[in-house]
């Protein structure tokens, strides 16, 4: 069984900054999926930024240039740094793991707003 926690969020002002961070127990391996989905009451869970097979990263057209994702094999982590943040980057955002199936952590609030 895989769980994962994470943790960073936070009420920031438009323009500001924050690191996500996502921490992986079980039977974790390097080479499967990790990344972050966003969702907001009423739209469907979208995908933010992922690592996927051989250490590719895709992302959303709206956060390129502003999010970055990167991942600590060695501590089973994944970071998700946003910078220049945004009104409708608020959301609640989630980590996933896939390994035969998709695993999904409980979620953290990200607010930016003045």
């Known amino acids: 069984q895989v769980q994962l926690v994470e943790s960073g969020g936070g009420l920031v002002p438009p323009g500001g900054s924050l690191r996500l961070s996502c921490v992986a127990s079980g039977s974790i391996y390097s080479y499967a999926p990790m990344g972050w989905y966003r969702q907001v009451p009423g739209k469907e869970r979208e995908l933010v930024a992922e690592?996927?097979?051989?250490?590719?990263?895709n992302y959303a057209d709206s956060v390129k240039g502003r999010f970055t994702i990167s991942r600590d094999n060695a501590k089973n982590m994944v970071y998700l740094q946003m910078n220049t943040l945004k009104p409708e980057d608020t959301a609640v955002y989630y980590c996933y793991y896939m390994q035969s199936k998709r695993y999904w952590g409980q979620g953290t609030q990200v607010t930016v707003s003045s």
């Open positions: 690592i996927i097979r051989g250490g590719y990263t």
